[in-house]
């Protein structure tokens, strides 16, 4: 892998974004770009940081280790090598489009356009692929037994139901393993409460299990 810096993640600790600011003058390091994100929760603050320099790994490291030392170890800190791959500078906006640049050092306003561009260009791969979920399918089946819930259904009807609705609205079908998973989730959830069915339902596991021919 050809080495052009490194990815960076820091946990946004006390004095850490002035320390961050301070990295710029520092000669070797040729370009500095980096954001701050929340978290997913919105209550993990940290920074991501894109460096490039051609100083060593482990020199890079010894050096940040010392300049972030408010946590011991490496719990407060993570260092990737970079191969110079720019979806690096996109991924610095998968959290938030608009997020402020917190640190630039000899960045290109195009290349912070770009990395935005190539960002929503992800995230509306991702969300087509969302749209188009085996997941999906489960849903629209749910409400559909929901709506019938007076009727039987058996495991086959379940599972026909599952591949017409993925056929029928573009979504992907599961393979057999995943099929017999959401079937048999689909239905426990449909009978709930009916012992019956129930008991029918975890007898027809085990013996599916030990085929009949191990009692132990």
């Known amino acids: 892998m050809q080495h052009k810096g490194f990815l960076v993640r820091i946990d946004a ?128 089946v749910r409400k559909q037994l929901d709506a019938k819930r007076s009727e039987k259904y058996y495991e086959r009807e379940i599972c026909a139901m599952l591949y017409r609705a993925c056929l029928t609205h573009g979504k992907y079908p599961p393979n057999e393993y995943k099929a017999k998973q959401m079937v048999a989730k689909l239905r426990w959830e449909l009978y709930a409460g009916d012992e019956g069915t129930e008991d029918e339902m975890i007898n027809g596991f085990v013996n599916s299990v030990y085929r009949f021919n191990d009692m132990r």
Do not use: C
Request: hydrophobic share 35%.
């Open 13 to 140: 600790l006390e004095t850490y974004r002035e320390k961050i600011l301070m990295l710029t003058a520092v000669e070797d390091y040729l370009s500095i770009l980096g954001v701050q994100h929340q978290g997913v929760t919105k209550e993990n603050p940290h920074f991501h940081l894109v460096v490039e320099s051609m100083i060593d790994l482990q020199a890079f490291r010894k050096r940040m280790k010392k300049i972030f030392n408010l946590s011991k170890g490496n719990g407060n800190m993570s260092i990737k090598p970079w191969d110079g791959n720019e979806d690096a500078y996109s991924y610095l906006f998968h959290e938030d489009p608009n997020s402020s640049i917190l640190v630039s050092k000899n960045i290109a306003d195009s290349t912070i356009a770009k990395a935005k561009d190539r960002n929503l260009a992800v995230q509306r791969e991702i969300e087509q692929y969302k749209s188009k979920a085996t997941w999906r399918a489960e849903d629209i």
